[in-house]
């Protein structure tokens, strides 16, 4: 059975304990020379509209991605400490992943709103980022909207894994934005009530299956094979 299998990072494997928008909030400030007066709103965004959103909002122009991309590398880099002392992976999230990287035909890896450098940061904080194949990920900055991310993984997963284009894809996060971006782009999802958003919100969301975490090795296998809504 070939599967790809796209985990969000924030919340969904990680608690940041409130780095992330500490890292925003450093990067605007190195941008801009003022400190923000109003914190990064995230919640399953893209790192491009994140920052622009924040610009728009202080009322300053945004400067060119490259600079900011820059600057939020920078900023992920110097908290490294700091998600370590402060942050943590989620209940069951290890056994997870060492579960769905050992299964043959699977390429699990991640579609996430962060920048690559940072994904990279936040899971190596914790030692996840070799279970997951980073390779054919998808970042914050490859698209503006969450849905375009899937296409950017199967293309990835097509060149560098060899996968088929029709190949199955599951998509695992905490956020309505992580169903929508399932849900338009005809793959399955498994929303996990891991951050802010609760069971009722997501399964209005359109989310077929709700978990309260990842703990539940065995279940979480057999629902990534048999996921309602997958083709």
């Not at 945004?62 to 002392?85: F, K, N, Y």
């Not at 970042?139 to 199967?154: H, K, S, W």
């Not at 782009?185 to 399964?203: D, K, N, Q, Y």
């Amino acid at each position: 059975m070939q599967l790809i299998v796209l985990w969000d990072i924030d919340h969904t494997l990680i608690e940041n304990a409130g780095v992330s928008k500490e890292i925003y909030a450093a990067a605007f400030t190195t941008l801009s020379g003022i400190p923000p007066t109003v914190g990064a709103s995230t919640e399953g965004r893209t790192d491009r509209l994140i920052m622009r959103d924040m610009f728009h909002r202080h009322g300053l122009p945004e400067p060119d991605w490259s600079i900011v991309e820059a600057a939020l590398t920078r900023s992920g880099e110097e908290r490294l400490g700091e998600l370590r002392q402060r942050g943590t992976a989620l209940p069951g999230v290890l056994d997870a992943l060492e579960a769905a990287s050992s299964r043959a035909g699977w390429v699990s890896s991640v579609l996430t709103g962060n920048i690559a450098a940072n994904a990279r940061v936040k899971l190596s904080a914790f030692g996840l980022d070799p279970l997951l194949d980073l390779v054919v990920g998808a970042y914050g900055a490859d698209a503006e909207q969450r849905p375009d991310l899937v296409a950017v993984a199967r293309r990835r997963a097509q060149r560098y894994r060899g996968l088929p284009g029709d190949v199955p894809v599951v998509l695992v996060g905490d956020t309505p934005r992580d169903v929508e971006a399932a849900l338009t782009t005809g793959s399955g999802i498994i929303a996990v009530a891991s951050g802010i958003h609760s069971r009722t919100e997501l399964e209005a969301a359109g989310a077929p299956v709700v978990l309260p975490d990842l703990s539940d090795t065995a279940g979480l296998l057999e629902l990534l094979e048999n996921v309602p809504g997958r083709p």
